[in-house]
């Protein structure tokens, strides 16, 4: 069995193709296709078409609302059991937006992670929520702005112990006002925040008495940078969260997102090191503060840092 969310579509889509091959074969297989994806909503539609033809169950939309979760399952049936694979991303299937943008996926049999994704497609079938509390993900109608507010509202009770608080956002966008007010909060209480916003930035770091703990840049290069990543210090554990949301007000009131944690301890690290490697840079990235200027970056490092050119050769390292 194949289940999929499908925001925006290629219009030549590999995909599409292997899931109608799928349906063809005799799997089971469910596309849930936004049909309210701007700019996209005729290619959805008639790849829609298609899959149904071809015998695949396609939901449409939602009522009221978008739902731009990245997700999909694979249930095989293996030693006379069923296994779950998931595939979570900050991005969407798509092809041609593949090879423009920065992303990150996560393919995981993590039951913590598998079930509690069950659930979200048993939402999007039945508009039913679920029953019992989710443990893990935070999920755009159910848990997810409050799950958010409850990580910040964590790192501002340590820093008023006296002990280290930190958070790191990335996003595309920071611009709603309940979640800006929640960070100049956690700014007051000494949390330091590290942000990386391409886009809309409506917050102002770095004010005197309002948000002098809270620092900003944002990157622009040949790739468009669109992994959400949220990264808060908790102590020691280091919470890491990938997201399909940003900190805008559709995203956390009139969408189903999903934000999902990061548990392997590899894989943490090495998004520690993107991070890392991101804040690095001195050639592509511009400081953000409340005059707009937009200043490149620069320190006292003589060797230029260019951070998706520097993330290149590390994965190359790594391979």
Request: proline share 2%.
């Amino acid at each position: 069995e194949i289940k999929i969310i499908q925001y925006r579509v290629a219009r030549r889509s590999r995909i599409m193709n292997a899931l109608m091959l799928a349906a063809k074969n005799g799997k089971k297989v469910l596309a849930f296709v936004e049909a309210k994806a701007r700019f996209d909503e005729d290619a959805n539609l008639r790849w829609a078409a298609r899959l149904e033809k071809a015998g695949v169950k396609v939901l449409y939309s939602f009522p009221g609302l978008k739902v731009h979760s990245k997700l999909a399952i694979v249930i095989r049936e293996e030693d006379e059991k069923l296994e779950k694979y998931c595939y979570l991303s900050t991005g969407n299937f798509h092809e041609r937006t593949a090879e423009l943008y920065s992303d990150i996926g996560l393919l995981t049999s993590d039951t913590r992670l598998t079930n509690e994704i069950t659930e979200v497609f048993n939402f999007l079938e039945t508009f039913e929520k679920p029953t019992q509390p989710l443990e893990h993900l935070l999920v755009g109608e159910i848990n997810l702005r409050s799950g958010l507010e409850a990580c910040i509202d964590r790192e501002i009770a340590i820093a008023k112990t006296g002990e280290k608080a930190h958070i790191i956002l990335k996003m595309n966008s920071l611009e709603d006002p309940k979640m800006i007010a929640k960070l100049y909060e956690a700014s007051q209480a000494g949390v330091k925040i590290d942000l990386n916003i391409r886009g809309i930035c409506c917050l102002i770091p770095n004010k005197k008495g309002w948000s002098e703990n809270i620092t900003a840049i944002s990157i622009l290069d040949r790739y468009l940078e669109h992994t959400r990543i949220f990264y808060f210090y908790n102590n020691g554990a280091k919470d890491i969260y990938l997201s399909s949301a940003d900190f805008m007000g559709r995203n956390l009131n009139r969408r189903i997102e999903t934000s999902f944690p990061i548990y392997d301890k590899n894989l943490k690290k090495e998004i520690l090191d993107f991070l890392n490697i991101q804040f690095m840079d001195n050639v592509k990235a511009r400081i953000l503060d409340e005059h707009h200027s937009n200043i490149y970056k620069k320190d006292d490092n003589a060797t230029p840092v260019r951070a998706q050119l520097e993330m290149y050769h590390y994965l190359k390292r790594k391979q």
